[in-house]
């Protein structure tokens, strides 16, 4: 087997004995000692082929395949070469003037210290530490952490938290007996009385149909139960007073400047007594009322 640089060549660039070759089908198969140099050098490679001294068979031309020990040379179609791609599609100054505009670390600095914003080091290490005794200035009365005036208190069955003297204390409340016998409702409708309560002192308006509703029922039930001073202390509330006829006691209205006088006396009497959950003086349905 001969290689050959042109078809027609007389020399041959290399030679190779095959000895023993097995042709099945007129089909053989053999290894060659061609280097990868010798497809480097030649842009054409030609195969002779001579069986035991007979004349030559047609030459074929040697390609390299991709299995082949030098592929440089490959046919193929829609190749690109590497002088065709574009390794470089922006040169650095093209680069650079597209990230011109970019902000930089300066002019964030910059923009946080002009809009008053407080930079990552700033600020104290309490405000992330989540420790309420971390905190300065807090007002007073609110030093426990708890945001109230009374969590002191102790106060027993029947007492309330009073302001005495500059001081929350706990007190039995004079209409104990009353304010024990409201339930949370209706004490949310004397809130909303309360809210648009007339100045100290006032009579002559008009008690809510739901407040006279539900002390009358109270008073019916004291004085059903013999408790005639709780029977006349509710029924005054609803401008009402009980009086004794033939031995009967009934509930009379009051009337004139007389009227709203009892329940004015028992909104005077929750604002003192009760804590309110509102600081204002002055409450609604909203913010209700509740025992100490």
């Not at 190779?16 to 060659?32: H, K, M, P, R, Y």
Request: glycine letters at 8%.
């Amino acid at each position: 087997m001969a290689r050959f640089s042109l078809r027609p060549a007389k020399e041959p660039t290399f030679t190779q004995l095959l000895d023993a070759v097995v042709v099945d089908g007129g089909v053989f198969s053999s290894e060659l000692q061609f280097s990868a140099e010798l497809f480097k050098s030649a842009a054409q490679t030609w195969v002779g082929v001579t069986v035991s001294g007979e004349a030559e068979l047609p030459r074929r031309p040697f390609r390299s395949v991709p299995f082949a020990i030098w592929a440089s040379d490959l046919d193929c179609s829609g190749c690109v070469s590497k002088d065709e791609l574009a390794f470089a599609i922006y040169t650095q100054t093209e680069v650079d003037a597209m990230t011109a505009d970019f902000v930089t670390a300066s002019e964030v600095a910059e923009q946080i210290s002009v809009g008053g914003y407080a930079p990552l080091a700033s600020p104290a290490e309490v405000a992330t530490s989540g420790s309420f005794a971390d905190l300065n200035n807090i007002p007073a009365g609110q030093l426990d952490g708890e945001d109230d005036l009374l969590r002191a208190l102790k106060c027993q069955e029947g007492q309330v938290a009073q302001w005495t003297s500059g001081l929350w204390q706990c007190a039995t409340p004079a209409n104990a007996t009353i304010i024990k016998s409201l339930d949370l409702p209706f004490l949310d409708l004397v809130s909303q009385f309360i809210a648009n309560m007339p100045g100290s002192g006032s009579g002559g308006f008009t008690v809510p149909f739901e407040l006279v509703r539900k002390l009358f029922g109270e008073a019916l039930d004291a004085l059903a139960a013999g408790d005639l001073a709780l029977a006349q202390t509710l029924a005054g509330l609803v401008d009402y007073e009980l009086v004794l006829t033939q031995d009967i006691h009934v509930l009379r209205p009051l009337a004139g400047a007389d009227k709203g006088r009892g329940l004015f006396a028992l909104a005077s009497t929750f604002k003192r007594n009760l804590v309110l959950s509102s600081p204002h003086p002055k409450f609604d349905s909203s913010s209700g009322i509740r025992a100490a």
